[in-house]
C-alpha cells in the first residue's frame, strides 16, 4: 500500500490540498486547509473519496512543501485527511506544521496506530476495519455514519470506549440522506448526548 513512501514522514502521498470551510461535525463552518493524503485499505463501500484509495496514483510530495502551502491561507487550521491520513507517520508534518503556528486536526477512521500532534482528533470508525484503542482514547470527536438502522447500535457500541469528554455525532450516509436524516433526528431528540452532523459543504456546493 506505502509504496516508496520513506517511514519517517518527510514525504507523503498528497491527493489534493484545497481551502474551504470544514464541513462536518465539532468544527463546522470554520475555514481550514485541507489536505488528503493518498492511500486507504478501509474499504467503506459508500466512500466518497475512492479515487484516493490508491496511494500509488498520489505523487509523493515533501512535508516542508505541504506546510509551505498551508502557511499562505488565512486560517491557521489544516485538516488532515485522506485517504487514511494515519497509514503514515504524521509526526514530521503536525510538528512542522505546530512550529509554523497552525492548528492540526485530523479526519481518521482510527484503523492505524496514532501518530502526529493533534489540536483535535475528529474519530469516524469503520465496520469494515475497526478502530484502534489508542484513537479512541485521544478523540476530541466520535463521528458515525449512519448508512442503515443498525448502525445506532453500532455507534453506541463505540461511544463506550471514548473519553467522558469526548463529543458524539451521527451523519447520515450521502447516498441516504434523504431516508436516514429523519431517524437521526428522532434518536437525538430520544438520545441527547448525540449530535447531528451533516455534510454541510455538500448542500453549500463547495470543496
Ligand atoms: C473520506 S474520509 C477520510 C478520512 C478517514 N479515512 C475516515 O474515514 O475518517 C472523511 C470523512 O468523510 C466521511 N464519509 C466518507 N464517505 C461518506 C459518505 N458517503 N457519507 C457521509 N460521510 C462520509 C468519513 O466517515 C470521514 O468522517
Ligand atoms: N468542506 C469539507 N469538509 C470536510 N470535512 C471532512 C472532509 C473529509 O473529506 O475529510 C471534508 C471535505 O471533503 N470537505
Ligand atoms: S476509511 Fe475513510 S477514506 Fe477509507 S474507505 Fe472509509 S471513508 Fe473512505
Ligand atoms: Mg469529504
Known amino acids: 500500500m506505502s509504496h516508496q513512501v520513506p ?11 484545497f481551502y474551504t470551510i470544514q464541513g462536518e461535525g465539532y468544527h463546522t463552518g470554520k ?3 485541507f489536505i488528503r493524503l493518498g492511500g486507504c485499505d478501509v474499504g467503506c463501500h459508500w466512500c466518497d473519496v475512492k479515487e484516493s484509495w490508491n496511494a500509488e496514483l498520489h505523487p509523493l510530495t515533501s512535508a ?8 499562505r491561507y488565512p486560517s491557521k487550521t489544516v485538516v488532515i485527511t ?5 497509514i503514515y507517520n504524521l509526526d514530521y508534518l503536525t510538528r512542522k506544521l505546530k512550529e509554523a503556528g497552525i492548528k492540526t486536526f485530523i479526519e481518521t477512521s482510527g484503523a492505524y496506530p496514532l501518530s ?23 478523540a476530541g470527536e466520535l463521528k458515525i455514519i449512519v448508512f442503515n ?35 437521526i433526528i428522532d434518536y437525538v431528540k430520544n438520545n441527547p448526548k448525540w449530535e447531528i452532523s451533516l455534510q454541510t459543504h455538500k448542500y453549500l456546493n463547495i470543496p
Open 7 to 17: 517511514e519517517d514522514g518527510t514525504q507523503l502521498p498528497l491527493m489534493e490540498e
Open 31 to 33: 475555514a481550514a486547509y
Open 64 to 71: 516542508d512543501q505541504i506546510v509551505e502551502n498551508a502557511k
Open 82 to 86: 485522506g485517504g487514511e491520513p494515519l
Open 116 to 138: 502526529g500532534f493533534w489540536d483535535w482528533i475528529c474519530l469516524s470508525p469503520k465496520k469494515f476495519k475497526g478502530p484502534r484503542p489508542d484513537v479512541l482514547n485521544a
Open 149 to 183: 438502522k443498525s448502525d445506532f447500535e453500532w455507534a453506541e457500541e463505540h461511544a463506550k470506549f471514548v473519553g467522558d469528554q469526548c463529543r458524539l455525532y451521527l451523519q447520515p450516509e450521502w447516498s441516504k440522506a434523504s431516508e436516514m436524516t429523519p431517524l
